[in-house]
C-alpha cells in the first residue's frame, strides 16, 4: 500500500490484500480498478479539488506506481527524526506546522547524506549519529510521498527518505529562520498527540511508525 497525500485528499495504490487495512484506517473511501494512466491523471486532480479517499487497486503494483508518479516531476528529499539521550524527539514549527526537518537531494549525495546535511542545516544540531530507516510500510518502505504545485504550475511528487538520527543532551538548537522555521522543541513520545493535531499527514506517519517501534522496544 502506497499513501499519496494530495491538497486534503489522499489517493492509495493497493492490491486487494489491502482492503482490510484500508477499512481499519478510514471510516469513507472509493475503490476503483486500475486502469491506464489517463484514470490516474483524473484521480489526482479530482483528489486537488476535493477532500476524499480514493484507493486504485491493481494486481501489479509497481505498473501502477509508475503509471502514477508518470503523472509527476518527482523530487527526492530527505530528512530525520533526532532522538535526544532523553528519548525526547526534535520537531520544528514551520509555516503553521509542527514538522521534521528534512529537505531536497543534491546532486552527488548519498539519501543518508542528504538527510544528515539537511537536519544539520535546519536545527543547527552539529552532531548526529544516523541510526535506521523508520519503516512505514512494506511497500513504502521508509519513503512519504506528497504533492504540491510549484511556482510555474509543475505538479510535484515529493518522496521523503526517513532516518532515526541521535544526538548529544547539551545539542544547540538554531532554527534555519531562512526557511521559515520559527521553533525548535523536544517533544516527549506521550505528548505527540497534541503535536500530530497541528502536522502533515506524511509527518504524522513518521512519527506513528517510530512511536511504535519505540513502544515495543
Not at 32 to 58: D, G
Request: charge should be negative; hydrophobic fraction near 35%.
Amino acid at each position: 500500500m502506497i499513501n499519496i497525500y494530495i491538497q486534503k485528499s489522499v489517493l492509495i495504490l493497493a492490491d486487494k490484500s489491502e482492503l482490510e487495512v484500508l477499512s481499519k484506517s478510514y471510516d469513507a473511501y472509493e475503490v476503483l480498478p486500475f486502469q491506464n494512466k489517463e484514470m490516474i491523471a483524473r484521480l489526482i486532480t479530482k483528489c486537488e479539488n476535493k477532500n476524499c479517499v480514493i484507493c486504485v487497486l491493481s494486481d501489479d503494483l509497481e505498473k501502477l506506481k509508475d503509471a502514477t508518479f508518470s503523472c509527476f516531476k518527482v523530487h527526492i528529499a530527505a530528512g530525520g527524526l533526532v532522538v535526544h539521550p532523553s528519548k525526547k524527539i526534535l520537531m520544528m514549527f514551520r509555516r503553521g506546522f509542527w514538522d521534521l526537518p528534512k529537505g531536497h537531494q543534491e546532486e552527488g549525495e548519498t539519501i543518508e547524506e542528504t538527510a544528515l546535511r539537511e537536519v544539520m542545516e535546519e536545527t543547527g544540531v552539529k552532531r548526529l549519529k544516523l541510526g535506521k530507516s523508520i519503516h512505514i510500510n512494506n511497500d513504502q518502505k521508509n519513503i512519504t510521498y506528497h504533492t504540491y504545485r510549484d511556482k510555474k504550475g509543475n505538479h510535484i511528487l515529493k518522496e521523503s527518505h526517513w532516518f532515526e538520527m541521535f544526538t548529544d543532551a547539551d545539542a544547540e538548537l538554531v532554527p534555519q529562520t531562512e526557511e521559515d522555521i520559527e521553533q525548535l522543541e523536544w517533544v516527549n513520545l506521550d505528548d505527540l498527540d497534541s503535536y500530530k493535531d497541528k502536522a502533515y499527514r506524511s509527518i504524522i506517519d513518521v512519527l506513528d511508525s517510530y512511536n511504535n517501534v519505540a513502544q515495543t522496544s
